[in-house]
């Protein structure tokens, strides 16, 4: 087999992943506070490079330290160098254990740098027939290229290289890689300070060489040469070409101790390569990594079911578990690739879904007295209604016990949950369908069948532990009373769906391009010139080289245009403001206009969100395909977009609930504070309290608008655990004037400063908090030795039993309010939820009838130490309801 060797330069190319990842230093940083992006940005390369060369040996080399025979000779040698970063010279170990754990040897060798190594196998290795790969991030090494041996030069980050052969090097050099050496000496390097001949750079000392050969050549020729400046420097600085030829050689005879016979490459120790990855929070590398090293699933006994067979189902009279295949995430659209169904290791497949509108399948199914198990109840109810079947009695459902022990782990696929939680038998579904363009069932039945038949034996085999677990963490009222019976109900709300008016969308469409338009003719003129408004580079050249506007902030690619830095430079030109414009409207055209258009389906005119349950950490909900969370109401052209939500049937109106500054109520409740409280209970603004209390005021009559939102934004900041500089960002003032409001707050609300100081005392003891219905957040970074890791989880502490109980409340009062309107016979349909908000659909003559119910409703679904407030609309839209 040939021999294929791979050498690394260790020191350079971490020093170029680091730097690479350099702008997010703050996310690459494990639970520990360690700094992990050179380790990540080298991982990368590792890949990368495995795969492109096949390597049959590696070897990473490294610097042994800063003295080398080269500082001896010349020890300014690498002066000048900035102070290596402390956040990357803590990752050189973890590496170098990642490096063992891959199954790669490194090496270093005292008075000797990595290069030095590295020439000296590669000279080896080319003796003996290799054929060689060297990385690096410095050229320097081009000059050990040859017939055998290709240096690939990072020129992006670590995942672009560029090639250097013989050839490549002839061709954009014009010299041979050995000639190289005779450059750095004419030249010297700026990179490794040793210096050459006075003011002899690249292009002259090319062309010395290529008509003298190399150094001594020149030195040969120098007295012939015409007098000249550049012949005074050569020959005065003679001595310091010879040395810095002697620097620039890399050796290729370092007195190294590691032997080519030792570097042969077999691949990683998967289980230290999971440990490291794991150590690391490298989860995209670990994920990889699983699905590379799956094991085969093991056999499984399972029958198919067929017409022939289907009677045996009968014999499930108690409890049954299911699982209904559908590929695609969204649901309501997806093919359904086929089903199981069993109990007690009786398990039966079929790709054949009509098999279950079979009478014994579909009353098994549809039955109030069989308990059913399943992974995510509501997309199995919202999938079994579209083949008209309507699913009875869940007991288990998987996903939500599983979020509901810890929401930090939500995945949604059932291999990596039945793995996380102790049964191994289960393969991802990207091991078994594969992923992204290539992902598909498997048209071998065996496999396909198998796969179905360890879902279910994975939600039996961890059912018993999981509901036990719950009764540990006093979460099952949280599990049987709020999550499952709200499965049911936005299951309930999907399947209606909301009535979308797509011609009102097709005419604010045209509008908003007629709008674009205009605006686009505006910055033109303003710019003096056409441009690519949606261009960054092309931006950037206008606003900060045309128009010389002040440079706020620069990326890797050139000048920052983002939104911050767009908003900073608007009071200063016309044109910004009218960017800014233009991108709203553009984003709202088509995110909102054509992302909605698409989204009605062609049955009913309706679209049919779907709502993420076991997404957020905080146990609010999320609403996709499309989102209707996030259409943006405080800009005109956002409020626009509710006027195409209309109601399904002539003569019935949109009508609309919300809780009014829930947040704040609870948090009123939750710190027991009397002077919260007691505005709460008075009725008053809390926004306008708070300022009278903040700034010393005798009546509401002097909090003037400026001052209220002031206080807002100090009311708000507090539930998020804002500083003091949040603050002064969000309001616009100094940061001693944002401390000494905050300072303020606190004494004026004693008890919300006690239930912080508690929360977070708690949160680095326990390592969680709890909402008012004992939803738990496991708070990982809490004891970080990072200081903004640490802070953030601290800030986390403070906020999710606030938000989380918002939450809780919101979800009990849909519970209640589903049960009511079928209780009551009436019509009206509940069709959205938008944090805060309730969103229904009735007949006129029972909005008054909504006008009492949803309210009391809404204020009763918890009992706090405040009253909950609730505020009603409605109207012949959603923009008309509000």
């Known amino acids: 087999m040939a021999k294929k060797l791979l050498l690394i330069d260790g020191n350079s190319v971490a020093f170029r992943a680091f730097f690479a990842l350099h702008n997010q230093l703050d996310r690459f940083v494990n639970a520990d506070g360690l700094h992990t992006n050179a380790i ?27 003295t080398t025979f080269r500082t001896a000779m010349y020890d300014n040698y690498k002066g000048g160098r900035a102070k290596t970063p402390g956040e990357f010279s803590e990752q050189m170990p973890y590496l170098k254990e990642l490096l063992t754990a891959r199954g790669i040897q490194h090496y270093q060798l005292k008075d000797y740098e990595a290069d030095d190594i590295i020439g000296t196998l590669a000279g080896q290795a080319d003796a003996a027939g290799y054929t060689t790969t060297i990385v690096t991030g410095d050229r320097d090494l081009t000059q050990l290229t040859t017939a055998n041996t290709t240096v690939a030069v990072t020129v992006k980050g670590v995942s672009e290289v560029e090639r250097y052969t013989p050839e490549h090097v002839q061709e954009k050099l014009g010299i041979t890689p050995t000639q190289i050496i005779d450059m750095k000496g004419l030249t010297g390097d700026t990179s490794d300070n040793y210096p050459g001949v006075t003011k002899v750079g690249e292009k002259t000392a090319l062309k010395l060489l290529k008509q003298y050969g190399s150094i001594e050549g020149v030195y040969e020729n120098v007295d012939a040469m015409k007098k000249s400046k550049m012949k005074e420097h050569l020959i005065e600085d003679h001595d310091l070409a010879v040395r810095a030829k002697v620097l620039a050689t890399i050796k290729r005879d370092a007195p190294i101790t590691v032997k080519l016979a030792d570097l042969a490459y077999d691949g990683p120790d998967t289980e230290k390569l999971i440990a490291c990855y794991e150590q690391l929070g490298f989860e995209s590398f670990l994920k990889k990594l699983k699905t590379q090293t799956a094991t085969p699933a093991k056999p499984i006994a399972f029958t198919e079911l067929t017409k022939a067979n289907i009677a045996e189902l009968a014999q499930f009279t108690k409890h049954v578990t299911f699982y209904l295949e559908m590929p695609t995430p969204n649901y309501h659209t997806s093919a359904f690739a086929g089903f199981a169904i069993g109990d007690e290791d009786k398990w039966y497949v079929s790709r054949n879904v009509e098999l279950l509108l079979e009478p014994v399948a579909k009353d098994l199914l549809t039955s109030m007295t069989v308990t059913k198990d399943v992974f995510d109840m509501k997309r199995t109810m919202v999938g079994l209604n579209r083949l008209g079947i309507q699913l009875g009695k869940v007991d288990f459902d998987l996903l939500l016990v599983s979020y509901l022990l810890d929401t930090n782990d939500n995945s949604n696929d059932l291999g990596r949950l039945a793995e996380q939680h ?390 009990i009062a849909m519970i209640r309010m589903q049960n009511k309107l079928k209780e009551s016979g009436l019509q009206a349909r509940m069709l959205l939820q938008v944090h805060d908000e309730l969103i229904f659909e009735a007949p006129k003559e029972e909005i008054p009838t909504l006008e009492k119910l949803v309210p009391s409703v809404m204020d009763s679904a918890v009992q706090l130490e405040v009253p909950l407030k609730v505020e009603s609309h409605f109207g012949d839209t959603w923009y008309d309801a509000k």
């Open 422 to 811: 102790g049964y191994p038998d289960l393969q991802s579904d990207e091991v078994v369908y594969g992923k992204g363009v290539k992902r598909a069932i498997p048209d071998d039945d065996q496999r396909f069948f198998g796969h179905l038949a360890h879902k279910l034996a994975a939600i039996s085999a961890l059912k018993p532990q999981l509901l036990k677990d719950l009764e540990a963490n006093e979460q099952a009222p949280l599990y049987d009373d709020i999550e499952k019976p709200l499965a049911n109900v936005l299951a309930q709300m999907e399947m209606a769906g909301i009535t979308v008016d797509s011609s009102r969308l097709k005419a604010m469409g045209s509008q908003f391009k007629e709008r674009l338009s205009e605006i686009e003719q505006t910055i033109y003129q303003e710019a003096g010139e056409e441009f690519n408004i949606n261009s960054p580079k092309q931006l950037g050249h206008i606003l900060f080289e045309e128009m010389k506007l002040p440079v706020i902030k620069k990326t890797k690619t050139g000048y920052s245009t983002a939104v911050d830095v767009l908003e900073k430079l608007a009071p200063q030109a016309p044109i910004v403001a009218n960017i800014l414009r233009y991108r709203q409207i553009s984003k709202i055209q088509s995110t909102y206009v054509e992302g909605l258009l698409d989204a009605i389906h062609s049955t009913d005119q309706k679209v049919h969100t779907r709502y993420l349950q076991t997404l957020t950490q905080t146990g609010r909900l999320s609403s996709v395909d499309p989102n209707l969370q996030n259409i943006p109401v405080r800009v005109e052209e956002g409020r626009r977009i509710r006027q195409a939500f209309v109601p399904s049937h002539p003569d019935w109106q949109i009508f609309s609930s919300d809780y009014s500054q829930i947040e704040l109520r609870v948090l009123a409740h939750i710190t027991h504070d009397e002077n919260m409280q007691a505005a709460f209970k008075a009725g008053d603004d809390i926004h306008a309290a708070t300022a009278m209390r903040i700034f010393k005021l005798d009546s509401p009559a002097d909090v003037t608008p400026n001052i209220r939102r002031q206080a807002k934004a100090v009311n708000f900041g507090i539930v998020y655990g804002i500083s003091d500089y949040g603050l002064s960002q969000n309001i616009g003032i100094t940061r001693k004037a944002a401390h000494n409001f905050i300072e303020a707050y606190f004494t004026e609300y004693p008890g919300v400063k006690a239930y912080m100081d508690a929360i977070v005392k708690q949160a680095h003891e326990q390592g969680y908090v709890e909402t008012i219905a004992h939803r738990r957040r496991y708070l990982p970074d809490i004891h970080a030795k990072s200081f903004n890791l640490r802070s953030f989880a601290e800030r986390t502490a403070m906020n999710t039993p606030i938000q989380g109980s918002a939450a809780d409340i919101i979800k």
């Open 40 to 66: 990540y940005g080298f991982n990368t390369m590792l890949d990368h490079m495995i795969k492109a060369v096949k390597p049959t040996d590696m070897l990473v080399a490294f610097d042994a330290g800063k």
